[in-house]
């Protein structure tokens, strides 16, 4: 559970606490590999995920790469750190319920950024409800503490 500190003094403390989830219910599960090549990869909770073609590998989205990584299929559900020159096995959640608020990306990119082949380019958003999330708006359980 992450907190954050906002005051702290000899008389006070002051901590937000996030009691959020990423899982909502009726959820849906897969599981692949993620292969750390040239340097190590962070998979951390709520980051979109793709797929190689061409190896079956999982590996962070990101839209300016055309790797054959541009095909979406989940979303991890917890932080891995993958050494570089390992292969670690992830779960994603393919379908089921999440926050909006909880998807992460490794760069610039939102859930309005184009993915997909050049020519049948679908926003990131429509490309998880596709896959069966449903993408929950607004806040769920996220409200700080005396706020």
Do not use: C, H, W
Request: charged residues 20%; aromatic residues 4%; proline residues 2%.
């Amino acid at each position: 559970m992450p907190q954050t500190v906002k005051v702290s003094n000899s008389n006070q403390i002051f901590v937000d606490n996030d009691i959020s989830q990423l899982l909502l219910g009726n959820n849906r599960f897969i599981k692949g590999d993620v292969t750390a090549s040239g340097a190590d990869v962070e998979m951390v909770e709520g980051l979109v995920v793709s797929r190689i073609g061409a190896t079956g590998k999982l590996k962070p989205f990101v839209a300016t790469v055309v790797d054959g990584t541009e095909y979406i299929v989940g979303v991890a559900i917890r932080t891995i750190s993958v050494l570089d020159g390992t292969t670690v096995s992830v779960d994603l959640v393919n379908g089921g319920r999440i926050p909006e608020s909880k998807i992460n990306f490794l760069g610039a990119e939102t859930l309005a950024t184009l993915a997909g082949v050049t020519g049948s380019q679908r926003m990131v958003k429509d490309i998880l409800e596709d896959l069966g999330l449903d993408l929950l708006g607004g806040v769920e359980l996220t409200e700080v503490d005396n706020s």
